[in-house]
């Protein structure tokens, strides 16, 4: 039995009605997850019988969240990404938590590190649902098979021994990434230049209240002329452009021997393709880069609470939250579950998102009940736990919208060998200044 960690209060917002909406809410698409859905939300409604919630199936992005912001339409119990909380927060669309955290000492419960992503000024405004990092996912067999021991520790390594595993007459690339040129390019390609030195307050720098770019030169400029030459020198990359789900199956499916992954992606894979060898399938530390780091970007997910709702329905979807991701009997039944549903994964390779005697009992609890090959992914493990991957934050100002200018210079070098990435990340980086930072600056 997972270890109980919360009280939940005898009565909630005092016994009076309260309605609460919050996301999960599986699609009628996939109708066990939602029976289970709707049953789990029945149990919470026996124990608090005034409290009645309603699901929705909204699925967070920035865009659509800004119409719903504005629209006045925010769910009560809402979900963003790890990069997200400062904006939510300094926006005010989010609830301060800190009174309930005070109360359950959930904050000597959390990794400080995730949950000083979502706190400001000494205040709680969000509850870490789940952290990744990215890492190097790498075929065992196909290693194997090239005479491979593991997996590479540098990116000179890895360009090398990508040569050795591309097998075009097999269409097998060695290595391959999110290519398509989307924001989700500029995010995987964001890590890569983590490796080579970037920092998150150097992609967009703050000056007295000013913005200014700072992409187009130093470590972002060298990670594009690696992608470069992993493409036009070494040709060890796939041919046709990947967006997230096709790197994925890529990988998944055998047609890259190494890729650039996030960790949480497995669990993707096992539900997506569920007659693929996941023994096969394994996860390391991203390779070094010219200083001998490895660095890892940071992702996940946060819940919050909407600050226009009443103190009872913060109170309650606060509970609800706190209820599905700490009570111990739920907890137990998400893993009882898992020994009958296989679209059920258990042992992810997320970030340790607590600390201290919680996270080891809850990771020996999920030891027991893990249906993904967790020895696999040790190498990564224990590089997180060790501090030897330097975690550091998806880019806070305005980071989609670098993600897309980054990204579609990543796509045109790809694209055409003739394209200079330093001159196109110049040409990127003036015009995201002119149309997003120098806004920005102005309000």
């Known amino acids: 039995m997972p270890p109980t960690l919360i009280k939940m209060p005898e009565q909630i917002a005092g016994g009076r009605p309260v309605n609460i909406t919050v996301i999960g809410k599986p699609p009628?698409?996939?109708?066990?997850?939602l029976a289970g859905w709707t049953a789990q939300v029945e149990r919470f409604q026996e124990l608090y019988p005034n409290v009645t919630v309603t699901g929705s199936d909204y699925t967070y992005s920035p865009d659509t969240f800004a119409t719903l912001v504005a629209g006045k339409q925010v769910p009560t119990l809402f979900e963003v990404y790890l990069s997200d909380p400062s904006k939510i927060i300094d926006q005010g669309v989010a609830a301060d938590l800190s009174t309930i955290f005070n109360e359950q000492k959930l904050g000597d419960v959390f990794n400080p590190n995730i949950l000083s992503i979502t706190s400001k000024d000494g205040k709680v405004y969000g509850i870490p649902k789940f952290a990744y990092a990215m890492g190097l996912g790498y075929n065992i067999g196909l290693l194997k098979e090239a005479g491979f021991d593991g997996p590479p520790s540098t990116w000179e390594e890895l360009a090398t021994m990508a040569q050795k595993l591309t097998n075009r007459d097999n269409a097998r690339a060695g290595f391959s990434f999110i290519s398509d040129g989307s924001n989700a390019t500029g995010w995987q390609f964001t890590?890569?230049?983590?490796?080579?030195?970037?920092k998150q307050s150097s992609i967009v720098q703050a000056k007295d209240g000013k913005y200014e770019a700072g992409f187009a030169s130093g470590a972002p400029v060298d990670a594009l002329n690696f992608v470069k030459e992993l493409r036009w020198k070494y040709d060890v990359l796939p041919r046709e452009n990947l967006d997230w789900a096709k790197n994925g199956e890529t990988f998944a499916t055998g047609r890259s021997a190494l890729a650039l992954i996030a960790s949480d992606q497995f669990?993707?894979?096992r539900t997506t393709f569920p007659d693929?060898?996941?023994?096969?399938?394994?996860?390391?530390p991203l390779p070094t880069g010219p200083d001998g780091k490895s660095v890892s970007l940071v992702g996940g997910n946060i819940a919050m609470i909407s600050s226009a709702a009443t103190d009872?329905?913060?109170e309650a979807a606060t509970y609800f939250r706190l209820w599905t991701q700490f009570d111990a009997t739920e907890i137990q039944r998400g893993y009882d579950v898992s020994k009958q549903d296989p679209t059920v994964v258990v042992g992810t390779p997320f970030l340790p998102l607590y600390v201290g005697e919680y996270q080891?009992?809850?990771m020996n609890v999920q030891k027991q009940y893990a249906n993904l090959p967790v020895q696999n992914y040790q190498l990564f493990m224990d590089a997180v736990t060790g501090g030897k991957i330097g975690l550091e934050p998806e880019p806070a100002t305005a980071g989609q919208e670098y993600y897309g200018a980054i990204g579609a210079v990543v796509n045109?070098?790809?694209?055409?060998?003739?394209?200079d990435p330093a001159a196109a990340a110049k040409q990127a980086s003036d015009t995201f200044q002119v149309n997003v930072l120098d806004r920005l600056s102005a309000q």
């Not at 693929?276 to 390391?284: G, I, N």
């Not at 045109?412 to 394209?419: C, F, G, Y």
């Open 28 to 33: 009628e698409s996939q109708p066990e997850a």
């Open 360 to 362: 080891d009992k809850s």
């Open 412 to 419: 045109s070098i790809l694209t055409d060998e003739s394209v």
């Open 191 to 198: 890590t890569m230049a983590y490796t080579w030195g970037a």
């Open 276 to 284: 693929v060898d996941m023994s096969q399938l394994a996860l390391a």
């Open 312 to 314: 009872d329905e913060k």
């Open 267 to 269: 669990s993707w894979i």
